[in-house]
């Protein structure tokens, strides 16, 4: 099992930037790609970016490109999700999520999830 715990969200103006961080706990962390989710009410989840272990590959979803950015420190067990240029339209729970192998954009395929984080942008 991987245990997975996030922070950072809040509440931030548009035009804001906002920073999002989540660390793993459990078994082994090695190989394992790492990414985001997030949901809003009434929408499915939605893919947001997703980073393999080796950082070679770095995946978005299309209505974050140019704006997020994602990292990891695997000494850290942890992937961070840098969020710039933020509109009300990227709010949302935002989920931290892993699984073996390469990063996809289902969800599906995620055996493991966080609780979750909050992030509100005003407009």
């Known amino acids: 099992q991987v245990q997975l715990v996030e922070s950072g969200g809040g509440v931030v103006a548009a035009g804001d930037s906002l920073g999002l961080s989540c660390t793993a706990s459990g078994r082994t962390f090695s190989g394992y790609s790492m990414g985001w989710f997030r949901q809003a009410p009434g929408n499915e989840r939605e893919f947001v970016a997703g980073?393999?272990?080796?950082?070679?590959?770095?995946n978005y979803g299309d209505a974050v490109k140019g704006r997020f950015a994602i990292a990891r420190e695997n000494s850290r067990r942890s992937v961070y999700l840098q969020m710039t240029r933020l509109k009300p339209g990227d709010t949302a729970m935002y989920y931290c999520?892993?699984?073996?192998?390469?990063?996809?954009?289902?969800?599906?395929?995620?055996?493991?999830w966080g609780q979750g984080t909050q992030v509100t942008v005003s407009s």
């Open positions: 999520v892993a699984k073996s192998g390469p990063v996809t954009a289902n969800p599906g395929d995620y055996p493991y």
């Open positions: 980073i393999d272990y080796n950082r070679l590959n770095r």
